[in-house]
């Protein structure tokens, strides 16, 4: 099994629409988790982290956590053609003080005009 | 702040020859991670550095991979021999403690984009 696991897609959503990204972990132990985003040819960057169950937004983008079910996902609200890219989730395996950043394969994301 | 800068951006090779690829971190970040990403395997961390000193290797496929970090400035990948297999995007990438509850991302170099025939 895979520490981090994703759908690879592509989830082609319309312009407007709600783009439900999901993503699980393999590590009860982990306590830190990220969303990324890379544009494709160019370097990820990260666009949210979430550290407690429940949900975290900012701006159109909802990250969601539930530790019991191991499972993280974010939400996009109203996508835009500009959001077309490769989402990947990352968590910190283990101890949060170990630094150990790992990442899921990534789903591309197409949002249609 | 000039980000993390890996060089070179491109690197043809042939199979067997020695390949170095380098990183400058962000001042004052005291982690740096090595990533491969290839479309097959996504991004894989291959080690990481907390102030200069290897954490983990364990993500480092075969001998023929070595790292090193001589100071907080500049970290080195190094393949010796390359394989065709080896050819994928290596990126660099550096972050400050600490990790939880803070604002403390990785920063990703550009990458270094290796082929090798």
């Known amino acids: 099994q895979k520490e981090v696991e994703q759908n690879s897609g592509p989830l082609s959503v319309p312009e407007g629409a709600i783009a439900s990204l999901n993503c699980t972990y393999s590590d009860r132990g982990s306590q830190s988790f990220f969303w990324y985003r890379q544009y494709s040819g160019k370097s990820p960057e990260l666009i949210m982290s979430?550290?407690?169950?429940g949900d975290k937004e900012d701006g159109r983008f909802t990250a969601q956590l539930n530790k019991a079910s191991q499972y993280v996902s974010l939400l996009i609200r109203d996508s835009q053609p500009s959001d077309s890219a490769t989402y990947l989730c990352a968590v910190i395996v283990g101890s949060s003080n170990t630094g150990k950043l790992i990442f899921g394969q990534g789903t591309t994301l197409q949002v249609k005009p | 702040d000039a980000g993390v800068i890996q060089s070179p951006r491109h690197e043809v090779t042939e199979m067997g020859q020695e390949v170095t690829l380098r990183c400058k971190p962000i001042s004052g970040h005291d982690y740096l991670f090595w990533y491969r990403q290839t479309m097959m395997r996504g991004l894989e961390l291959l080690i990481y550095f907390n102030n200069n000193v290897p954490i983990d290797d364990s993500g480092m496929p075969e001998d023929r991979f070595s790292a090193k970090m001589p100071n907080a400035s500049f970290s080195t990948l190094k393949i010796q021999p390359s394989e065709p297999r080896d050819s994928a995007v290596y990126f660099c990438?550096?972050?400050?403690?600490?990790?939880?509850?803070?604002?403390?991302?990785?920063?990703f170099g550009n990458g270094t984009r290796l082929t090798v025939t």
């Open positions: 979430i550290y407690s169950n």
């Open positions: 990438a550096s972050s400050r403690t600490p990790w939880v509850g803070g604002n403390s991302p990785l920063h």
